[in-house]
């Protein structure tokens, strides 16, 4: 630009998605207004980085703003805007403008029912992210996929349900992975569901069984409910199965050590949308 070279609005969008991801919210609004100052044309694929941009630093305002003066919108608008909303808390404009979205006769993709539900993470509305994971395939013919059963069990185990949310992955219609009982595991944790947290890292053993963080956390639960015998055969366990400890871990940790391995409610599926 330094150089009397007008940016096309490819160079444009590609220079705003970096600065999404770095988090360059200044250098953002600088190109932003460069556009603006220079009339290159904000057609789609600029209205769509700017959106994702201003999101993925925080500053919703100004993406909405972008989102409403856009002449024309195509899933990915959509999608960006309703993804950037609920990750950014305000699940209930996320709500709203899906609905708007589906009013507008636009076909919602995978990535669009993965922001929905996120909103619907964030504001505990178990039951409305239950009528949309069955809307996808019903109404939109979009066969969910692990992170929208993700979302689902992050749900249901932020509000409480541990033994529905137990429920729901067993039944789930396709294996759920590590990351499922972990986003599962994390809420037993928070809630102090020693019985439960049992079968789910149990079943982690089975599906990681060198991931020490899996030992660590079952061994600490026994420790900390003065289960020591059953604690002391975990850390065997791990000996036999020649699994490293991690540097520091004490058998006596508790339910706030942090040797387990994972956040209390795992941000994967959040930042799937990112």
């Known amino acids: 630009m330094g150089a009397n070279i007008k940016p096309d609005e490819i160079t444009v969008a590609s220079v705003l998605s970096a600065c999404a991801h770095l988090g360059s919210a200044d250098v953002g609004q600088a190109i932003h207004d460069y556009v603006r100052q220079h009339g290159i044309k904000e057609d789609v694929f600029v209205g769509n980085a700017l959106v994702d941009m201003y999101c993925k630093c925080g500053a919703v305002e100004k993406a909405l703003d972008v989102f409403n003066g856009m002449k024309h919108k195509d899933g990915v608008s959509w999608t960006s805007i309703i993804?950037?909303?609920?990750?950014?808390?305000?699940?209930?404009?996320?709500?709203?403008?899906?609905?708007?979205?589906?009013?507008?006769?636009?076909?919602?993709?995978?990535?669009?029912?993965?922001?929905?539900?996120?909103a619907c993470k964030h504001s505990g509305q178990v039951d409305k992210g239950?009528?949309?994971?069955?809307?996808?395939?019903?109404?939109?013919?979009?066969?969910?996929?692990?992170?929208?059963?993700?979302?689902?069990?992050?749900?249901?185990?932020?509000?409480?349900?541990?033994?529905?949310?137990?429920?729901?992955?067993?039944?789930?219609?396709?294996?759920?992975?590590?990351v499922i009982w972990r986003i599962l595991l994390g809420a037993c944790m928070l809630h102090s569901n020693l019985g439960l947290a049992e079968i789910v890292t149990k079943k982690l053993l089975e599906l990681d069984p060198f991931n020490s963080g899996n030992y660590v956390f079952l061994s600490n639960a026994y420790a900390s409910s003065d289960r020591w015998e059953d604690a002391d055969q975990v850390r065997k366990l791990m000996g036999e199965r020649t699994v490293g400890k991690p540097s520091g871990w004490s058998s006596i940790e508790g339910n706030d050590g942090d040797g387990s391995g994972h956040s209390h409610h795992t941000d994967t599926v959040d930042s799937s949308v990112k």
């Open 83 to 118: 993804s950037g909303l609920a990750v950014n808390g305000l699940s209930d404009d996320a709500i709203n403008i899906f609905s708007r979205m589906l009013r507008e006769g636009i076909h919602p993709t995978h990535g669009t029912f993965i922001g929905i539900l996120i």
């Open 130 to 178: 239950l009528e949309y994971l069955e809307t996808m395939e019903k109404v939109y013919g979009l066969k969910p996929e692990m992170k929208h059963y993700g979302c689902i069990v992050d749900l249901l185990s932020r509000s409480g349900n541990l033994e529905r949310a137990y429920e729901f992955i067993k039944t789930m219609p396709i294996v759920p992975d590590v």
